[in-house]
């Protein structure tokens, strides 16, 4: 995960529970990379992997906060969605998520696409396809990466976390409606029906 401050640019490093980091785990980057502030060198750590998909999120969308789940829903998602699309309409978890960088809330009717991308032996070589998605996707606060996760960014953290937890409902909740081969895009046609 990772939040910006101002030109600050704070990282949590790799391979720590997020709820043990302390301020002094951080890494400061600025928004082109360059390191602002090392955590101590006794403490080992390194700077996440996802480093570069992060500064992509705030150079392209102005984003406040970033985070990275590795969430089985997610993951999920990617498995059972034939293409390079995820979609959903019709449910009442729509209404958390913010269309692009706006402060718009999609509606229950809409539908989300969320785009996939596929994943990479190194995390880092994500950065061009993310790139590409942002451009052509400029409503989504989410890419979802084949068999690996999701990232998610918006304004501010609380805003985020809020976006991430709607995403991740609603992952879930395709999931569950395949496995009864329902369809989770609703025509408004059908009135909900089949």
């Known amino acids: 995960m990772s939040i910006r401050m101002n030109d600050d640019i704070y990282i949590a490093p790799s391979g720590v529970q997020k709820e043990c980091i302390k301020p002094e785990h951080l890494f400061i980057l600025d928004i082109n990379g360059n390191v602002k502030h090392l955590p101590s ?21 102005n984003a406040g906060a970033v985070i990275h789940s590795h969430s089985i829903s997610s993951v999920l998602a990617t498995i059972i969605t034939d293409g390079n699309e995820f979609r959903v309409s019709h449910q009442e978890m729509i209404k958390g998520i913010k269309r692009g960088m706006t402060n718009e809330n999609y509606h229950y009717n809409d539908t989300l696409i969320v785009p996939i991308i596929d994943n990479t032996p190194f ?8 790139e590409m998605v942002m451009v052509k996707y400029p409503d989504t606060n989410a890419v979802l990466v084949r068999r690996h996760g999701v990232y998610v960014w918006g304004n501010t953290w609380k805003q985020t976390k809020t976006m991430a937890e709607c995403y991740d409902y609603l992952f879930n909740y395709v999931v569950q409606l395949k496995k009864f081969s329902i369809n989770p895009v609703l025509s408004t046609s059908t009135n909900g029906c089949q």
């Open 41 to 61: 060198n006794e403490l080992c750590l390194k700077q996440s992997e996802c480093t570069p998909l992060f500064l992509a999120a705030y150079r392209k969308r």
């Open 123 to 130: 995390e880092r070589d994500l950065t061009n396809q993310l």
